[in-house]
């Protein structure tokens, strides 16, 4: 038995034990809509596929109906059961993609990039920042809002150094800038996501500096 099955079979036992309080787990109308749509992007012999987008859904239905982003065990073999794919399938995809939680988040997912180009950047400065807050690294802090994850690159490297809270992206990020948006997020407002100086997309600071009459 290599030490990857091995592993894969500890966390599945693990997983199993957990509560069964979502066992009545069921979409709501207008997801099982959005269910329809999903399957009619893939061939009746190919509905396997679909995994992944019915186990976002499913986690985006969880954060809703409970204030967390996650998969529960239950809602697992739900979704599992929706294209007839055995648990333990569904189980290894969850578990392979960073992007779906395995236990309780906060209402406020912080993942911070780590990756080289934010390391340069600042990123240090960031988890500084989130640390300075109360986030710590895979828990919720005691109000329930926030949970703080260092990830791999999210795709923003030349607006570096940023973070992705939930599923909005803040860019340019030093700090002050960081410690403002999670001030905003405890007081309930919704900080505009982007470019914390004003940059459009991955433009130039300060704007375009070629082709500027196109621009205007």
Do not use: H
Request: net charge negative.
């Amino acid at each position: 038995m290599t030490t990857d099955t091995y592993n894969t079979i500890r966390e599945a036992r693990r997983a199993a034990a957990q509560p069964r309080e979502f066992a009545d787990f069921a979409w709501t109308s207008e997801n099982a809509a959005q269910v329809q749509t999903i399957f009619a992007r893939y061939p009746d012999t190919r509905r396997a596929s679909a995994i992944m987008p019915l186990l976002w859904l499913a986690q985006e239905q969880m954060a809703a109906a409970a204030g967390s982003a996650w998969l529960p065990v239950p809602v697992i073999e739900f979704v599992a059961g929706q294209i007839g794919m055995p648990y333990m399938r569904a189980y290894e995809v969850a578990t392979f993609y960073t992007m779906y939680n395995l236990k309780p988040v906060g209402r406020y997912l912080v993942q911070v990039c780590g990756t080289t180009p934010c390391l340069l950047r600042g990123s240090d400065d960031l988890l500084r920042a989130c640390a300075d807050r109360g986030l710590l690294k895979g828990g919720v802090t005691t109000d329930g809002l926030f949970t703080l994850a260092e990830v791999e690159c999210l795709g923003a490297c030349a607006n570096a150094p940023m973070v992705q809270i939930n599923a909005d992206n803040y860019e340019d990020l030093d700090y002050a800038s960081l410690t403002a948006i999670l001030d905003a997020l405890a007081r309930g407002e919704t900080p505009a996501a982007g470019s914390a100086i004003g940059r459009r997309a991955s433009c130039p600071e300060g704007g375009p500096t070629t082709l500027k009459e196109m621009v205007a």
